[in-house]
């Protein structure tokens, strides 16, 4: 029959016959509706050859997916075999048995990660406080708030996948257990002040020891003391002590510096007392040595002719005692009667006279 049948309102020419009573038309028991033919479905005849590509052909596109890989630059590649570490390969393309049978991870080995402890940074640059991984006690049993940061990165992809589960708690918790350690080590001046690159330097280099114990697989390559804080219910008094010791440290800064040219100054000046000290031994000695030279050179004279050499001496002698006084010498055997006079204030002018004449 067909769709169109049922739609059709003519009655049919040959009224089907009604049964016995109380048996609808048709026939015993049977329902005097519509009849709908299954339409039958006549699949292709395949042949053995056309199976069997079809079956390599879901093979292929189920394999070849599967056996080849590509490592980036910044990449290692880790293949495990039914979950068990094979091998690592560098960067590069690379073939692998098809999956579920070996199956390759790819972390990327340069990529510089960040680690926070005391706090938490948002991605609209605003920053939570965590107290109770900041706040630390230190050698001197003070307390101080305390932020880091912790960059690290892939060392061993091996290790690191399989050693650690959680690899960036491992790295906080490594952290905040080497940072407390240190800390209270240190007093909280050298903490706050002198004393902060000295504790970021041993504390890479701690962390970096207790993550190679658990065979992480991780390289710490720098900490940064983000925040170093006295608690906010005493920040007030530590910055009194801290300008109190700035300025401490200024002064004492200023006397050095003060002390620093003073001394070269007065060594200068000591120095220059002893130069001419020496140089005045030096002429005492020469002109003593000369004298005594002189005195040598005159008694050899004198006791060549000591009555010469006598009078010499005495007229020299009378000369540098009298400088400025005009001085006569007189015959011992003459009348006594000085020839020139006047012998005072007019001797100059006389002599000038006579010599003009």
Known sequence: MAWDDLHDSKPPEDPPRSGPRGTPPGGSGGGGGPQFEI???????????????????????????????????????????FGKYVRTTEPGPHL??????????????????VTEIGFRSSRSGQAKDFPHESLMLTGDQNIVDIDVVVQWKIKDAKDFLFNVEDQNRAVHNAAETTLRGIIGQHKIDDVLTTGRAAIQIELMQEMQLLLDTY????????????????????????????????????????????RNAIIPETRGKAAQVLRVAE??????????EGDVSRFNQQYNEYKKAPEITRKRIY??????????????????????????LPLNQGLDKALQGGAGR
């Open 39 to 81: 339409p039958q479905f006549k699949l292709p005849k395949l042949k053995g050859s056309s199976v069997l590509f079809g079956i390599l052909l879901l093979l292929a596109l189920w394999i070849l997916p599967s056996v080849f890989y590509f490592v980036d630059q910044d990449e290692e590649g880790v293949v495990v075999r």
């Open 96 to 113: 692998k048995m098809p999956s579920p049978i070996e199956h390759v991870y790819t972390p990327k080995v340069t990529q510089v990660r």
């Open 215 to 258: 065979g992480s697989g991780i390289e710490i390559t720098t900490t940064q003391l983000k925040d170093v804080d006295p608690p906010a219910q005493v920040i007030a008094a530590f910055n009194d002590v801290t300008s109190a010791k700035e300025d401490r440290e200024r002064m004492i800064h200023e006397a050095e510096g003060y």
């Open 279 to 288: 140089a005045y031994k030096e002429e005492v000695i020469q002109r003593a």
């Open 315 to 340: 007229l020299e002698t009378m000369e540098e005692v009298f400088p400025r006084v005009n001085k006569f010498v007189m015959p011992e055997g003459g009348s006594g009667v000085v020839p020139l």
